[in-house]
């Protein structure tokens, strides 16, 4: 069973929608959930970050964070054409490696 | 704003040959990171690198990958005999000591591609 996983879309919405992007881990030692985005020919960048379950929010981001499920979102409200890229979740336990999920495209149409 | 850079940006290179990517990570930082990205593919961790040693490696580092900090800072990966497979995105990253803790700072990737 893969540590992270996570689909790799691509998804296609149109400007304004509501965005969920998912993933599911297996490893209950993971504390801290991130999630990068990554545009082309980029390398990944901090969106944000989650300690153990909850959720946060930042601006038209939300993360959410479920232990019990071993499932994280990322909820993108009002999304822009700037939003298109892809989405990586990452987890880790603290003072380890970095796992990552396979990353979403997301495409927001004008 | 301080950034992770990485030459060169593009690396193509004939199977068997020896390449060296290189890294300058943020400056103050002490914890030091290679990954890579087959296209399509997941990004993986190669491996971590602290106070002057290898902290923590994946399966994937085998005898043919090696990382140095050869100066106060540049980090550097080398591989010694490509193979087709090698062919990917290579990221660096660093990490420093304070703040969030685990924020990784990626570089914008080094493409090598093995003919």
Redesign the interface.
């Known amino acids: 069973q893969k540590e ?1 996983e ?1 689909d790799p879309g691509p998804l296609s919405v149109p400007e304004g929608a509501i965005v969920s992007l998912n993933c599911t881990y297996s490893n209950s030692a993971f504390q ?1 959930f ?1 999630w ?1 985005r990554q545009y082309s ?6 969106l944000m ?1 989650t300690y153990s379950s909850g959720n946060k929010e930042d601006g038209r981001f939300t993360a959410q964070v479920d232990k019990s499920s071993k499932y994280i979102s990322l909820f993108i409200r009002d999304s822009q054409p700037s939003d298109s890229a892809t989405y ?1 979740c ?1 987890m ?1 336990v ?1 003072g ?8 979403t495209s997301l495409t927001v149409i004008p | 704003e301080p950034e992770v850079t990485q030459t060169p940006s593009h690396q193509v290179t004939q199977m068997g040959q020896e390449v060296i990517l290189r890294c300058v990570p943020i400056s103050n930082h002490l914890y030091f990171y290679w990954y890579r990205q087959i296209l399509g593919q997941k990004v993986e961790f190669l491996v971590s690198f602290y106070n002057n040693e290898i902290s923590e490696k994946s399966e994937i580092f085998d005898d043919q990958f090696s990382v140095e900090r050869p100066d106060g800072s540049n980090f550097t990966l080398k591989i010694r005999s490509t193979k087709l497979e090698d062919s990917a995105m290579y990221f660096c990253a660093s990490k420093g000591s304070g703040g969030f803790g685990n924020e990784q700072f990626f570089g914008p990737g080094t493409r090598l591609t093995v003919l």
């Open positions: 992270v996570q801290y991130m990068y020919r980029k390398g990944p960048e901090l970050y990586l990452a880790v603290p380890n490696q970095f796992y990552f999920g396979t990353g």
